[in-house]
């Protein structure tokens, strides 16, 4: 099973910008659907973008226009890049790795990471 480890969390005041990039332990993660979840304490998780292995990504609403999702296959890792951050965007952040033909839901992804948390002060 692929191990996936996340990095470039932090503190950032609303409006800035944090990348976030999730390494893979084996190169087949480029035939894998890969996504960011975030999760606030006392919800749900929530998937936040994810993408295929073909390249078609899926953002929640909420972040649609602010943040993007790129995989570069040759690193093994996908990114999640975000922009004009907002205080309700502080959660910990985790990357999901899955094989198969969905990438909506948390089932939908096998292998996990330890996650990073992301903070955005008002």
């Known amino acids: 099973q692929v191990q996936l480890v996340e990095s470039g969390g932090g503190l950032v005041q609303a409006g800035g910008s944090l990348t976030l990039s999730c390494a893979a332990s084996l190169r087949t993660v480029r035939w894998s659907a890969v996504g960011w979840f975030r999760r606030v304490e006392g919800k749900e998780r929530e998937l936040v973008a994810a993408?295929?292995?073909?390249?078609?990504?899926y953002y929640v609403d909420s972040v649609k226009g602010r943040f993007t999702i790129s995989r570069d296959n040759a690193r093994s890792t996908v990114n999640l890049e975000m922009n004009s951050l907002k205080p309700e965007d502080t959660a910990v952040y985790y990357c999901?790795?899955?094989?198969?033909?969905?990438?909506?839901?948390?089932?939908?992804?096998?292998?996990w990471g330890q996650g990073t948390q992301v903070t955005v002060s008002s």
């Open positions: 993408i295929s292995w073909a390249g078609n990504s």
């Open positions: 999901a790795a899955g094989r198969g033909a969905s990438m909506r839901y948390a089932s939908d992804f096998e292998s």
